[in-house]
């Protein structure tokens, strides 16, 4: 696809996603930036697995039920952060598989997957009536917290990897995409661990909430419970999705090797 026709459908859906106030206005810029890298370089294919996890996570993260203030999370729009984590890897290496549409597909597919797989979790599991565990000590803790699982969280994990994976299956050349939702579990499983066991953990001292920000909502500065200072939530979602997304490169790479 040619680079001013993948950047002017990129900015035409990005900025449908700012009216429809599912993107700030920075994330409206960081996603058509995105979707046209993504377009570049795996086309059609890599489109369908992109909005497959835009369209997909933005209705499970509307028609949940109330969020929980463990954490102090961002709200429903996404901005450059949350854009550039979740979708980042997957532009990146689109464009560093450009010239090779199949290999560009498994990167997008599995980075996405699971993208999509940590948006689920945290908004199936917000419907599960037990305490979610944390992954490490398996201690019950607040819905919300980082780290924190559920048996409905992990069905939502699952349900939203294998749409992203049936997207690109369906839509690109090679069935064996599917494959690609279990990376996007697994990516989602790193996620939850990393932020687990190293994300900022921080509680404000006038409200006497946890929260993810070194500058609590209420305007107090925060005080560091635990974690790395410097990791926040978009640190391990980035993370994440750069790991799925060198998964899938080396996917195609061993699936390639066996069909020779």
């Known amino acids: 696809m040619?680079?001013?026709?993948?950047?002017?459908?990129a900015a035409g859906f990005a900025a449908a996603a700012w009216r429809a106030d599912a993107l700030t206005g920075t994330g409206a810029l960081a996603a058509a930036l995105v979707g046209?890298?993504?377009?570049?370089?795996?086309?059609?294919?890599?489109?369908?697995?992109?909005?497959?996890?835009?369209?997909?996570s933005t209705i499970v993260s509307r028609i949940g039920p109330a969020r929980f203030p463990a954490g102090d999370a961002k709200g429903n729009r996404r901005d450059h952060r949350q854009v550039l984590a979740n979708g980042g890897p997957a532009a990146l290496g689109a464009l560093l598989a450009r010239g090779q549409p199949s290999l560009a597909l498994w990167?997008?597919?599995?980075?996405?997957?699971?993208?999509?797989?940590?948006?689920?979790?945290?908004s199936v599991g917000a419907w599960s009536r037990v305490a979610p565990r944390h992954l490490l000590t398996w201690q019950a803790v607040a819905p919300g917290t980082s780290g924190g699982i559920t048996l409905y969280g992990c069905l939502g994990a699952a349900g939203g990897a294998l749409l992203v994976a049936g997207a690109g299956a369906l839509a690109g050349p090679?069935?064996?995409?599917?494959?690609?939702?279990?990376?996007?579990?697994?990516?989602?499983?790193?996620?939850?661990?990393?932020?687990?066991?190293?994300?900022?953990?921080f509680r404000c001292p006038r409200c006497s909430e946890s929260s993810?920000?070194?500058?609590h909502r209420c305007g107090a500065v925060t005080i560091l419970?635990?974690?790395?200072?410097?990791?926040?939530?978009?640190?391990?979602?980035?993370?994440?999705?750069?790991?799925?997304?060198?998964?899938?490169?080396a996917s195609w790479a061993w699936l390639s090797a066996g069909s020779l």
Do not use: K
């Open 2 to 9: 040619s680079l001013t026709l993948a950047v002017t459908l």
């Open 36 to 56: 046209g890298a993504v377009l570049v370089g795996a086309g059609w294919p890599g489109a369908a697995a992109l909005a497959a996890f835009f369209v997909s």
């Open 107 to 122: 990167i997008v597919t599995a980075s996405l997957a699971a993208a999509a797989g940590d948006t689920w979790a945290t």
């Open 174 to 201: 090679d069935p064996r995409l599917w494959a690609a939702a279990a990376i996007g579990f697994l990516g989602m499983t790193v996620d939850s661990l990393l932020g687990a066991a190293a994300q900022a953990r």
């Open 212 to 215: 993810e920000w070194r500058v």
């Open 225 to 249: 419970e635990g974690g790395w200072r410097w990791l926040d939530n978009d640190g391990v979602n980035g993370f994440a999705t750069t790991l799925a997304a060198l998964a899938g490169w």
